[in-house]
Nanobody
Framework: VQLQASGGGLVQAGESLRLSCVAN????????SAWFRQAPGKEREFVAG????????YYTDSVKGRFTISKDSAKDTVYLQMNSLKPEDTAVYYC?????????????????WGQGTQVTVSS
């Protein structure tokens, strides 16, 4: 599986961005995708996750109500719609995929990773 992330950029606080992640080679719905982010000097943290089968979604508390994760199975693509962005959302965002339907919040449990896309939110 190869993951290709895109959609990052520089925005002002309060604005929106949508990240995309194409999962080439995803051959089963028994899988889960997630977005993680890593700010300078900090550990990589879970942001949101989705099950390919059923579409159940999960979020870290700091983004609930502002971010929405979704998928388009026909396009093998996962999206992260980010609204009301804050300066503390600034980070490199990574998409990840694991076989198995459980959305884990630990980065170590994901075998496949995209290249990362920079999101910068100015105040």
């Amino acid at each position: 599986v190869q993951l290709q992330a895109s959609g990052g950029g520089l925005v002002q606080a309060g604005e929106s961005l949508r990240l995309s992640c194409v999962a080439n080679g995803r051959t089963s719905n028994d899988a889960a995708s997630a977005w993680f982010r890593q700010a300078p000097g900090k550990e990589r943290e879970f942001v949101a996750g989705i099950r390919w089968s059923g579409g159940n979604t999960y979020y870290t508390d700091s983004v609930k109500g502002r971010f929405t994760i979704s998928k388009d199975s026909a396009k093998d693509t996962v999206y992260l719609q980010m609204n009301s962005l804050k300066p503390e959302d600034t980070a490199v965002y990574y998409c990840a995929l694991r076989w198995g339907s459980t959305v884990h919040r630990s980065a170590q449990l994901y075998a496949f990773w995209g290249q990362g896309t920079q999101v910068t939110v100015s105040s």
